[in-house]
């Protein structure tokens, strides 16, 4: 099992950054990814950004511009930097980690942390 404990989120204003970090205990399997996803209300849960072990990054299209996530695998952690934060980023923001040494992959989640975008 993995626990995750996110931090980071509250409200700012458009244009402004924010940073959420996320930090993972347990037994961690080696071969993994480290991301964040983000539901909006009533909008299916989606993919931010994840960084695998083997140090692939993955970001959506709507965000690859703003947002940097890094990974410390020495402290298993992982952030996101988000920089220029519009109203649509407004939603709450779910840790993920995925065990993918399994020949299927095991998603383990955070509690979420709500990320307020308004002027």
């Known amino acids: 099992q993995v626990q995750l404990e996110e931090s980071g989120g509250g409200l700012v204003q458009p244009g402004e950054s924010l940073r959420l970090s996320c930090a993972f205990s347990?037994?961690?399997?080696?071969?993994?990814?480290m991301g964040w996803y983000r539901q909006s209300p009533g909008k299916q849960r989606e993919l931010v950004a994840e960084?695998?072990?083997?140090?692939?990054?993955n970001r959506a299209d709507s965000v690859k511009d703003r947002f940097t996530i890094s990974r410390d695998n020495a402290k298993n952690t992982v952030s996101l930097q988000m920089n220029s934060l519009k109203v649509e980023d407004t939603a709450v923001y779910y840790c993920n980690f995925r065990n993918l040494g399994l020949s299927k992959p095991v998603d383990f989640w955070g509690k979420g942390t709500l990320v307020t975008v308004s002027s």
């Open positions: 960084v695998t072990s083997g140090g692939r990054v």
């Open positions: 347990g037994s961690i399997p080696m071969i993994n990814a």
